[in-house]
């Protein structure tokens, strides 16, 4: 039996040692009971913000670039530019949210905090949308939209996070419905995207953008009802008094360069002096054994590296090349909100007489995938490859990556097939001078590179998700998912600055831009057949870490 820390025996009622979970308090601060927190319950009411929230952050960037190009009249190249840009400092950001709620406010605190900014933003973007053209129009837009950013900064990996805690891993039940989280979770964020495409987009483009932005700053309002109203019910980590996770790390880092010029055989005499057998101290990265050998003035202040803190290290450092080789994913992510919606918007977007789909909308054929192949994913595909395999998630989290990245090269591929056609066909009709003139090709030539990031998206994104979480400290999980999302941000960037270098190369000379405004006379093909390339070699180079990849606490998922 166990009894809560605040009370003596006499006074409290006992609790059953199966009942209680390890590591968790509940809203009062006494141990978390198995029965009463945590589990699906709670995971609910943080899934259905998460939605609210991808609801609100969907319904300005599935859009955009229509909006810059629209009413604030910016080119298509610098268009594509400032929504990768705001796209990857918001991917970005969840790095010093996550810092700052594993670090200081707890996980909780942080996502009311970035609500109420998220909330701020949305109001101030609303009134910018509002307000007559100007440069007034045009700063207040612009500070709004990376508030919003900050918000979800702090509120993106934190809102995950607080959601997997609410499912011990420790418990083989809990630990297999943990696993199953992170594919309802995404199953979640989609659906609530796919009707941000499919009606916010329309409200935009055809009613008015004040509208379409206030629609979101309502709905954010609601998600953080929805999130306090399930206070009760949530497990909360409790933190301990040990050092901060970031101190031990950076400990080891500090002192294996203070002593890189030490011996081999001087770590073997270290490791031997404190009863390490060879198979604890991994081979892999074994430069960092050497802040074993603490130098003199931390040894006499108790401020040795012990061996858990080098392997703790060890675990970081193993994320990176996969973190590296996962880039090239983000930056082919940055493409359906941007490129894919300018291709659409010169299509011919008719459904029936009189009504046009916007070209945004088609992003909901991703979500739609998601939607579709999530639970066939969860409820078919893992039972049966787990057959196979013996793993407990039928494959592993990075060969469940790996094959993501692999579907993202087909769908760059299909959509410069698909661009080629839509050229040939503005050439055939003489088109190619008339950039406001609708090519009589459907807009659903569109819908299999749409379908494509769908299915990468259900193997890369859940998997990322995973990983990182999984293979970080346990006091750094927020910092892990802001770790899967800088991979995005990074993407983005990565997307701005190959759109600059292009714009300025192909430019040249009185040349005509691969982003040329007119889309009938650019090649955006040669745009995707190059991210094509760069994904297979970036897949390649995946392979290479991650067979050597040296799961972390025993996990082999």
């Known amino acids: 039996m166990a009894y809560s820390h605040h009370e003596s025996p006499e006074t409290l009622t006992p609790l059953l040692e199966d009942d209680v979970v390890d590591g968790a308090a509940d809203y009062k601060g006494l141990p978390a009971r198995r029965s009463t927190s945590g589990g699906w319950r709670s995971a609910s009411f943080i899934i259905g913000v998460e939605v609210a929230e991808r609801f609100a952050y969907y319904g300005i960037s599935s859009n955009l670039i229509t909006f810059l190009t629209g009413p604030l009249g910016q080119s298509t190249a610098t268009a594509a530019e400032n929504v990768n840009i705001w796209s990857g400092t918001a991917s970005l950001l969840p790095l010093l949210g996550s810092v700052v709620a594993d670090s200081f406010l707890g996980r909780y605190r942080t996502i009311i905090a970035a609500s109420l900014l998220y909330i701020l933003g949305l109001g101030l973007l609303t009134l910018s949308a509002m307000i007559p053209s100007s440069q007034l129009q045009v700063l207040l837009f612009f500070f709004s939209l990376y508030l919003v950013a900050f918000g979800q900064g702090g509120h993106k990996p934190c809102v995950q996070a607080f959601g997997a805690d609410q499912f011990d891993g420790q418990d083989p039940e809990e630990c297999k419905a943990k696993s199953s989280f992170f594919n309802w979770w995404y199953f979640g964020v989609c659906a609530g995207g796919l009707f941000t495409v499919s009606v916010l987009a329309y409200i935009q483009d055809n009613l008015s953008w004040g509208l379409g932005f206030g629609i979101p700053c309502v709905v954010m309002i609601l998600a953080l009802i929805i999130f306090v109203g399930g206070t009760r019910t949530y497990r909360y980590s409790i933190k301990g008094e040990e050092e901060s996770p970031f101190v031990r790390i950076s400990k080891v880092f500090v002192a294996a360069l203070g002593n890189w010029r030490t011996s081999p055989s001087a770590i073997a005499s270290e490791e031997e002096s404190r009863g390490t057998l060879p198979h604890q101290s991994s081979e892999q990265y074994k430069f960092l054994n050497k802040a074993l050998l603490a130098p003199d003035d931390l040894m006499k202040n108790g401020k040795m590296c012990t061996i858990a803190e080098v392997e703790e290290a060890k675990a970081v450092l193993r994320l990176f090349p996969i973190w590296a080789t996962c880039l090239v994913y983000g930056t082919v992510f940055a493409q359906s909100t941007t490129f894919f919606t300018k291709q659409g918007a010169t299509m011919d977007r008719t459904i029936v007489p009189g009504f046009d789909i916007p070209a945004a909308s088609l992003q909901s054929f991703i979500g739609l995938t998601i939607i579709i192949f999530i639970p066939i994913y969860d409820r078919i595909f893992v039972p049966t490859a787990r057959a196979f395999t013996r793993e407990p998630s039928g494959i592993t989290m990075l060969q469940r990556i790996g094959t993501g990245i692999f579907f993202s090269i087909i769908s760059m591929v299909v959509a410069a097939l698909v661009e080629i056609k839509r050229l040939q066909t503005a050439e055939d009709y003489d088109l190619v001078d008339l950039p ?43 910092v892990g998912l802001a770790l899967y999302l ?8 990565l ?3 190959l759109i600059s270098i292009i714009e300025d190369a192909t430019s040249a000379a009185g040349q005509t831009s691969w982003f040329s405004d007119n889309l009938n ?20 180079v995946y392979i290479y870490f991650a067979k050597s990849y040296i799961y972390n606490r025993g996990s082999t998922v």
């Not at 998206?457 to 293979?471: P, R, S």
């Not at 995707?528 to 297979?536: E, K």
């Open 521 to 540: 006379t650019a090649h955006l093909d040669y745009f995707y057949w190059l991210l094509a390339a760069l994904s297979a070699v970036g897949l390649a």
């Open 495 to 497: 997307s701005s600055f």
């Open 436 to 478: 406001s003139a609708t090519i009589p090709m459907s807009i659903w030539w569109l819908v299999p590179q749409y379908l494509l990031y769908g299915l990468a998206d259900v193997f890369t994104m859940v998997g990322m998700q995973e990983f990182f979480y999984d293979q970080v400290p346990n006091e750094l999980r927020s």
């Open 486 to 493: 800088s991979i995005i941000g990074v993407g983005s960037f």
